[in-house]
């Protein structure tokens, strides 16, 4: 089993920056696909982007396009999400996700972001 471990979410102020973290129990070059999810109240979980480990090419939902950026550090294993102008409306527990083909999705813990108006 793969384990993932999110870190860096906190407390903001509307208008700042966070950067999230993704740890991963082995290689990224080896998960496929990374991704970030969030699940904001009332709403289901949903794609917030993800990135190619091979490629390095990204997606991006729409409200994600201009404010946060997906990245990958192979020699540390991690994955971020560099979120910045963040709202009130970006609240919500953040999870991290592994794509490996042929083996079940894999999730990480989530880890609550909460900006202040």
């Known amino acids: 089993q793969v384990q993932l471990v999110e870190s860096g979410g906190g407390l903001v102020q509307a208008g700042g920056s966070l950067r999230l973290s993704c740890v991963a129990s082995?290689?990224?070059?080896?998960?496929?696909?990374m991704g970030w999810y969030r699940q904001v109240p009332g709403a289901q979980r949903e794609l917030v982007a993800n990135i190619h480990t091979t490629y390095g090419s990204t997606h991006y939902e729409d409200f994600a396009k201009d404010r946060f950026t997906i990245s990958i550090d192979n020699g540390k294993n991690v994955v971020y999400l560099q979120m910045s102008s963040l709202q009130p409306e970006d609240t919500g527990v953040y999870y991290c996700?592994?794509?490996?083909?042929?083996?079940?999705?894999?999730w990480g813990q989530g880890i609550q972001v909460t900006v202040s108006s």
């Open positions: 996700k592994a794509v490996k083909l042929g083996s079940p999705v894999y």
């Open positions: 082995t290689s990224i070059s080896s998960l496929n696909v």
